[in-house]
């Protein structure tokens, strides 16, 4: 447990007050981390916005501040499940935050999971993500009540199906255990198939070993991993690209930084937000004509088939908001808001999430 590893967080803490460098210059110690490697698109801008660019805009602003940054990527200090605990306590000083796999303690951040099929495009899903943690105080308030000071949505582009058999109808999933995140469960099992709840980077050996039948996840995740290796039968799928998370830091070592730094961390925060969406869009077509190239079976889902499964669905958008209400958050204006926000820059959602609330 990190709770655990109280030397550590102490540790941590201290290396993120400023200390004297010469030329009457001060260096900040920090940290940043991942539980994913940085072939990952929402990872890699960690290294390339945040750590390259931060002392480069201190020197522009002239400020007195250098960061000495510490970066500790592919999961060298914890796992998957424990973004957002290794960032609240300061086992990590910032890093990438996975929503997805903390339904309770970010419902909010998790909303696009409820609105599958809504969105239609990787910068229209990370500006709506952004702009509402922004705006609306209950989603600002979610992050801070988890210690955490957020600075930019990460998104993904839209979900697929890779599996070690041919998926030619929706009926053809029933039986199988599906690889993915819990957030997908309540998409999955509507099919007949069975949710199989692990991280992508466990992914490979379980189904090598048979864990899993399949997977459902994101073209530009699966290609780095070599997914299409041992589930060579991939179904375009897209249900829309999705935010789960971010960039963000401890409030504890946030309030330990200097105003330059906490500005120019802000502001790189949006400019991860859009490197993540850049490469989302320059890798994800790249990354499915690389494993047709290696022997992966492509097949696109037709849109009568997208249509047929997202009306199978539960109405998640309706349960989402009674499940937020009843804990006191003003879950049914934060789905109007949200819907809205899609339609608003251009979305056209398959489904009404808002209809029925």
């Known amino acids: ?13 201290a290396a993120a007050l400023p200390t004297r460098a010469a030329f009457g210059q001060e260096t900040v110690n920090l940290t940043i981390s991942s539980s994913h490697p940085l072939a990952i698109p929402w990872v890699g801008p960690l290294k390339t916005v945040i750590v390259e660019r931060s002392n480069e805009m201190l020197v522009q602003r002239s400020s007195s501040y250098r960061i000495n940054w510490t970066e500790a990527f592919g999961g060298s200090l914890y796992g998957f499940e424990d973004t957002l605990e290794a960032v609240s306590q300061q ?7 996975g929503a997805l796999w903390e339904p309770s303690a970010l419902p909010l951040q998790n909303i696009m999971y409820s609105t599958p099929f809504a969105t239609s495009g990787v910068q229209q899903a990370v ?83 048979g864990v899993g039948d399949g997977s459902i996840l994101i073209a530009t995740g699966a290609y780095p991993l070599k997914i299409h290796e041992v589930a060579p039968f991939v179904t375009l799928v897209d249900t829309g690209p999705l935010t789960f998370g971010g960039f963000g830091v401890s409030r504890a070592t946030w309030d330990t930084l200097p105003e330059d730094v906490q500005e120019v961390l802000t502001e790189l925060g949006m400019e991860y937000s859009n490197e993540n969406a850049r490469l989302i869009e320059e890798r994800q077509a790249s990354a499915i004509q690389a494993m047709k190239e290696e022997g992966a079976t492509i097949a696109e889902m037709s849109q009568e088939q997208r249509l ?34 899609i339609r608003a820059k251009g979305g056209k959602p398959l489904r009404d999430w808002d209809a029925n609330i």
Not at 1 to 8: E, G, N, P, Q, Y
Not at 91 to 97: E, F, R, S, V
Not at 132 to 156: H, P, Q
Request: hydrophobic letters at 45%; charged letters at 20%.
């Open 1 to 13: 447990m990190l709770i655990s590893r109280r030397t550590i967080l102490i540790t941590a803490a």
């Open 91 to 97: 086992l990590t000083d910032m890093g990438w935050i």
């Open 127 to 209: 500006d709506v993500m952004n702009e509402l943690n922004v705006t609306n105080a209950a989603m600002k308030a979610e992050w801070e009540a988890n210690g955490i000071v957020f600075l930019g949505a990460c998104v993904s582009d839209g979900y697929h199906l890779f599996t070690k058999k041919p998926i030619e109808q929706l009926s053809d999933l029933k039986g199988l255990k599906i690889l993915g995140v819990p957030v997908c469960a309540p998409w999955i099992e509507p099919t007949g198939a069975t949710l199989v709840s692990t991280g992508l980077p466990a992914q490979y050996s379980q189904l090598q070993t």
């Open 308 to 341: 047929e499964w997202v009306n199978m669905m539960p109405d998640l958008g309706r349960n989402w908001v009674e499940a937020g209400e009843a804990e006191g958050i003003p879950a049914r204006e934060i789905m109007k808001e949200f819907m809205a926000a």
